[in-house]
């Protein structure tokens, strides 16, 4: 059986200091994977619910520290040798799909090849609000987003016309 730990980026687990010594014993200590979530903003209150809870209230305050995931995965790579790292999830939608192709391949690139991209449509529609993005349709944008970068990831020159994102030849590398 495999173990993964799910304790960087977030509250105490967002101090460089612990970020670089958890990294290292896990991996010292033959954990297989480091999970980081995301989220960009926070809130206090908010009507929608959070689906992992009975009560729907999300278990972190408004203020808790919440490192962007993919500087805290290429942190703790630079640190160990072995270990996988993963985003725990990576809320797809909320980003764009050109520039965080380009993201996911330069930390499969630092890390050696052992980055893998555990990806999540999102459930806070004040998130979705905050960020300007429209939180309906949100499945159907990360199918699409997804397809976007697994071309670019695969073709020399990619082309892609949809709902959501068009382009043609676009090079992106390099590739994971």
């Known amino acids: 059986m495999k173990v993964g730990l799910f304790a960087l980026g977030i509250g105490t687990g967002a101090r ?14 033959g954990i297989s994977t480091l999970w ?19 009560s729907g209230e999300f278990p972190l305050p408004g ?53 893998a991209l555990g990806v999540g449509i999102g459930w806070s529609a004040e998130e979705f609000a905050a960020l300007g993005i429209p939180f309906e349709r949100r499945a159907q944008r990360t199918r ?16 892609f016309h949809g709902e959501f994102v068009n382009f043609d030849a676009a090079k992106s590398f390099p590739k994971p």
């Not at 460089?16 to 200590?29: C, D, F, Q, S």
């Not at 980081?36 to 009975?54: C, I, M, N, T």
């Not at 993919?70 to 764009?96: D, K, W």
């Not at 699409?144 to 082309?159: F, K, N, P, Q, T």
């Open 16 to 29: 460089p200091g612990a970020i670089l010594k958890t990294a290292a014993e896990a991996e010292r200590r």
């Open 36 to 54: 980081v979530g995301e989220h960009v903003v926070l809130f206090d209150r908010q009507d929608s619910k959070y689906p992992y809870a009975e």
């Open 63 to 115: 203020g808790a520290d919440w490192l962007d995931p993919f500087i805290t995965l290429t942190f703790a790579a630079a640190v160990t040798q072995t270990i996988r790292l993963a985003t725990g999830i990576c809320l797809v939608p909320e980003h764009n799909p050109v520039v965080l192709a380009k993201t996911v391949a330069s930390l499969d690139r630092l890390s050696g090849g052992r980055f």
């Open 144 to 159: 699409e987003y997804i397809e976007v970068m697994r071309r670019l990831w695969s073709d020399d020159a990619a082309s």
